[in-house]
């Protein structure tokens, strides 16, 4: 299904002007006729009031095929059936009075911006009538959809959520080619955000290989969040080409893990910080005390056998690595 763009059909107030002087022509014509019948009963008083009477009849016809288009508005009319082409861009038009707009998305309201629903008739209150939007939106919207629980590449229980920004590019394949579109987009969003997130480690893991090249990388749902947004970006856009949407950008808005582990990987974070922390203060420590050792040598200040250096190296590690401000013991007497 190919889109067809309908062009000079901005004569929606020559078309309004018009009927309504045929109206006033024939409802003149009637009234002539009418009293002509009545009084002088003319060949003339008798066509004047049946053509009165059947211009009145069909003169409201066209005024049907009256539309009104905002600025990012378009309208999808088929004919009988038969789709014969949309109308865009703003202007008053006039199009065939038998077509009829196309919109099976109109009803649904999703979690976006500039989501186009229904419009109550304001001659009625709220429990009334309401009339339905077939227009379809051409302006930017952005989807968030609601979070999802999926399981990384390790198995662990993640809650992420991402926001899409889309447009509805073809309308004939928006329309047509999908029962509804709106729906459609917001199931290719939470399929694909499945397929992707299932193919990285919440954070940095050993021999996980993400980009499918065999190799092990560093490729992470935390560390790389644009890596994996494009990708969801690039698979979603795959999914609906057919649907004439066109995906602009994915970003994910939410991410953490599961309830049921968040506090046991809290701990796990918590630990391996600490251990990165008492790994560097004793890289730190060991440098300071071969420092010590070689300007005492060097300087010839102090002679220390063996077991006084480890006694020191001890006690020096001690100091440097503890957790807590060193209390020494000052020896007043000999160290032998």
């Known amino acids: 299904m190919q889109e067809k763009i309908l062009q000079n059909k901005k004569h929606g107030m020559l078309v309004l002007v018009v009927s309504i002087l045929v109206m006033l022509i024939a409802t003149a014509a009637t009234i002539y006729g009418a009293i002509d019948v009545e009084t002088q009963?003319?060949?003339?008083?008798?066509?004047?009031?049946?053509?009165?009477?059947?211009?009145?009849c069909i003169s409201w016809i066209p005024l049907i095929g009256l539309r009104i288009l905002k600025p990012q508005e378009a309208l999808v009319l088929t004919l009988f059936g038969k789709y014969i082409g949309t109308i865009k861009g703003e202007g008053f038009y006039a199009i065939n009075p038998f077509c009829s707009s196309v919109n099976p998305a109109a009803n649904t309201k999703l979690n976006q911006s500039g989501d186009v629903g229904t419009v109550e008739n304001p001659l009625f209150s709220t429990k009334g009538i309401t009339f339905e939007n077939k227009k379809l939106s051409l302006k930017i919207m952005t989807l968030n959809n609601n979070r999802q629980k999926i399981n990384d590449c390790l198995g662990n229980p993640v809650e992420i959520g991402i926001a899409v920004t889309w447009r509805v590019v073809d309308t004939a394949k928006a329309v047509f080619n999908v029962d509804n579109y709106k729906e459609y987009l917001s199931l290719q969003c939470d399929t694909s955000l499945r397929n992707?997130?299932?193919l990285y480690p919440y954070d940095v893991a050993p021999n996980v290989d993400t980009t499918g090249d065999g190799v092990a990388d560093d490729g992470s749902l935390r560390g790389s969040s644009d890596v994996v947004a494009s990708r969801i970006k690039n698979e979603i856009q795959q999914k609906v080409l057919e649907a004439g949407i066109e995906i602009l950008e994915a970003k994910i808005t939410y991410l953490a893990y599961a309830t049921e582990i968040a506090a046991v990987m809290l701990q796990r974070q918590q630990a391996s910080a600490i251990i990165d922390a008492r790994k560097m203060i004793v890289d730190g420590a060991v440098g300071m005390v071969e420092m010590a050792l070689e300007r005492l040598s060097q300087n010839d200040s102090v002679k220390l056998d063996e077991e006084r250096k480890a006694a020191m190296v001890s006690n020096l590690l001690v100091v440097l690595c503890g957790n807590k401000d060193a209390q020494p013991i000052v020896n007043s007497g000999s160290l032998y």
């Open 196 to 198: 992707v997130v299932r």
């Open 41 to 56: 009963k003319t060949a003339l008083g008798y066509v004047a009031l049946v053509a009165g009477l059947v211009l009145l």
